[in-house]
């Protein structure tokens, strides 16, 4: 299985994030693919290759215009007035709409603008996000290219990750939807495609995505919102809107889940997946389900991922892995590759 990766992540360092009334040390940062380059490399699971720049345009299919406009120049605005800070909103205003909305962004506030294009204070923008959020997108991109030209699976070693970017919002640590943005590129060319979300949180960014389409299957297993982030989204009555409509599945789980309660969770998406029989499976590959994740509440083990990467095996599709969340750094390698292995073994 060959591995995409490029060092560009390194240029995104988040410092900090605001959490729970307070600044506290960001977790999603450039030692997590590190240290999962290093595992991929020791185990021998396959080659390491740099990906293809695609350009813009991939993202555009997906994303607002003004949003990834915003993105791309965010920072050097905010330098201007915050020098050595990353950005962070700090005013949020969705019932500010119409005519007054656009009085204010016409203003060119970063300000505002950042509270218009983000839904949390958790995603800093820092110096280096933008390189490195389009470098992850090329790395997906270039996953699914290798799937579609006949390769049976592919790993995107990308960050910042991308499952709760939506088209005009980032956060979540996420801000372009790489595994969004890869699904469009190879549903472009024909091919139907089904995205398995198994990170613990819910892809919200995705399901907006895709959320009035029946050409793309979205199916998410993860911590209910009742009780984790993102909050707002990811309930089980949460089906799709209009031609969508039972094209999106939520399988919002409790606290403490172990892998008996994750299994027939991933036997309903399997069933739900085979049904839709895509020609290619995309998976949202979040390791933030394991027992010793710092910022969830899930109780899986390290076998346990080998499991994971059975069952999905045993889907039989061509398989694109895109890298999500998993905060633990003693095990995040083992546990990523293991779901690999036990995917590439089944
Ligand atoms: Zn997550």
Same mark, same amino acid.
């Given at each position: *299985? %060959?591995? &995409?990766?490029?060092?560009?992540? /390194?240029?995104?360092? !988040?410092?900090?994030? &605001?959490?729970?009334? $307070? *600044?506290? !040390?960001?977790?999603?940062?450039?030692?997590?693919?590190?240290?999962?380059?290093?595992?991929?490399?020791?185990? %021998?699971?396959? !080659?390491?290759?740099?990906?293809?720049?695609?350009?813009?345009?991939?993202?555009?299919?997906?994303?607002?215009?003004?949003?990834?406009?915003?993105?791309?120049?965010?920072?050097?605005?905010?330098?201007?007035?915050?020098?050595?800070?990353?950005?962070?909103?700090?005013?949020?205003?969705?019932?500010?709409?119409?005519? $007054?909305?656009?009085?204010? *962004?016409?203003?060119?506030?970063?300000?505002?603008?950042?509270?218009? +294009?983000?839904?949390? /204070?958790?995603?800093?923008?820092?110096?280096?996000?933008?390189?490195?959020?389009?470098?992850?997108?090329?790395?997906?991109?270039?996953?699914?290219?290798?799937?579609?030209?006949?390769?049976?699976?592919?790993?995107?070693?990308?960050? !910042?990750?991308?499952?709760?970017?939506?088209?005009?919002?980032?956060?979540?640590?996420? +801000?372009?939807?790489?595994?969004?943005?890869?699904?469009?590129?190879? /549903?472009?060319?024909?091919?139907?495609?089904?995205?398995?979300?198994?990170?613990?949180?819910?892809?919200?960014?995705?399901?907006?995505?895709?959320?009035? $389409?029946?050409?793309?299957?979205?199916?998410?297993?993860?911590?209910?919102?009742?009780?984790? +982030?993102?909050?707002?989204?990811?309930?089980?009555?949460?089906?799709?809107?209009?031609?969508?409509?039972?094209?999106?599945?939520?399988?919002?789980?409790?606290?403490?889940?172990?892998?008996?309660?994750?299994?027939? =969770?991933?036997?309903?998406?399997?069933?739900?997946?085979?049904?839709?029989?895509?020609?290619?499976?995309?998976?949202?590959?979040?390791?933030?389900?394991?027992?010793?994740?710092?910022?969830?509440?899930?109780?899986?083990?390290?076998?346990?991922?080998?499991?994971?990467? =059975?069952?999905?095996?045993?889907?039989? %599709?061509?398989?694109?892995?895109?890298?999500?969340?998993?905060?633990?750094?003693?095990?995040?390698?083992?546990?990523?590759?293991?779901?690999?292995?036990?995917?590439?073994?089944?």
């Amino acid at each position: *299985m %060959k591995t &995409f990766y490029t060092a560009g992540h /390194t240029a995104h360092v !988040p410092q900090e994030e &605001f959490e729970a009334g $307070r *600044m506290t !040390p960001a977790v999603e940062v450039p030692a997590r693919v590190e240290t999962v380059r290093r595992r991929i490399a020791e185990r %021998k699971l396959g !080659p390491i290759v740099e990906p293809t720049d695609y350009g813009l345009a991939p993202a555009l299919r997906v994303h607002n215009s003004e949003f990834v406009a915003f993105l791309q120049t965010a920072h050097a605005r905010w330098a201007q007035d915050h020098p050595g800070v990353d950005a962070i909103p700090s005013v949020f205003a969705p019932q500010i709409t119409g005519q $007054r909305r656009r009085e204010v *962004m016409a203003r060119d506030s970063t300000s505002a603008r950042l509270g218009q +294009y983000c839904f949390d /204070t958790g995603t800093p923008i820092t110096q280096g996000s933008w390189s490195a959020a389009a470098a992850a997108v090329n790395i997906a991109l270039s996953a699914a290219q290798a799937v579609r030209l006949g390769d049976a699976a592919a790993f995107a070693l990308a960050r !910042p990750p991308g499952h709760h970017a939506s088209t005009t919002q980032f956060g979540g640590y996420c +801000y372009l939807n790489n595994i969004a943005i890869a699904a469009q590129f190879l /549903t472009d060319t024909g091919a139907r495609c089904a995205i398995i979300d198994v990170d613990y949180h819910h892809g919200n960014g995705t399901q907006e995505i895709f959320y009035a $389409r029946d050409d793309v299957l979205f199916v998410s297993l993860h911590a209910d919102p009742a009780f984790a +982030y993102p909050v707002y989204w990811g309930f089980a009555d949460e089906i799709g809107r209009a031609r969508g409509e039972g094209f999106n599945l939520n399988l919002p789980l409790p606290i403490a889940t172990n892998w008996q309660g994750y299994r027939e =969770a991933l036997a309903a998406a399997s069933a739900r997946i085979r049904s839709f029989s895509p020609d290619i499976l995309l998976v949202s590959l979040g390791l933030d389900t394991f027992a010793l994740d710092p910022i969830c509440r899930f109780q899986l083990q390290s076998e346990d991922y080998l499991r994971l990467g =059975a069952t999905l095996a045993e889907l039989r %599709k061509p398989t694109v892995f895109v890298f999500e969340g998993g905060y633990n750094l003693e095990h995040l390698a083992e546990n990523t590759v293991n779901v690999l292995e036990g995917f590439a073994a089944a």
